[in-house]
């Protein structure tokens, strides 16, 4: 169980609400989504889930075929390694 499954539940239908894969309340892509965020807050109790992680799950969703460890071993990855200010830029 995670303590922020209230938080995650919330946010769910707040991510890409006009995207097909995410539209429906209950349906695939809603259910998908809530157990990568679930997954990952239990995996990693010091960051845990944080408003936005749900995009960035979403995103690697619709990228990675839904194949949940592939998204949660890439979202760790991503998660933790700190990025230093003024490394990243845009590119035109």
Do not use: N, W
């Given at each position: 169980?995670?303590?922020?499954?209230?938080?995650?539940?919330?946010?769910?239908?707040?991510?890409?609400?006009?995207?097909?894969?995410?539209?429906?309340?209950?349906?695939?892509?809603?259910?998908?989504?809530?157990?990568?965020?679930?997954?990952?807050?239990?995996?990693?109790?010091?960051?845990?889930?944080?408003?936005?992680?749900?995009?960035?799950?979403?995103?690697?969703?619709?990228?990675?075929?839904?194949?949940l460890s592939g998204i949660l071993m890439t979202l760790a990855v991503y998660l933790?390694?700190?990025?230093?200010?003024?490394?990243?830029?845009?590119?035109?």
């Amino acid at each position: 169980d995670s303590p922020q499954e209230a938080v995650i539940t919330r946010d769910i239908h707040r991510t890409f609400p006009a995207h097909d894969y995410f539209k429906d309340t209950g349906g695939d892509g809603q259910d998908s989504l809530y157990k990568i965020c679930k997954a990952y807050s239990v995996y990693d109790e010091e960051i845990g889930y944080c408003q936005g992680q749900s995009f960035l799950a979403a995103v690697l969703l619709l990228h990675e075929a839904q194949e949940l460890s592939g998204i949660l071993m890439t979202l760790a990855v991503y998660l933790q390694e700190p990025i230093e200010p003024g490394t990243h830029t845009l590119s035109a």
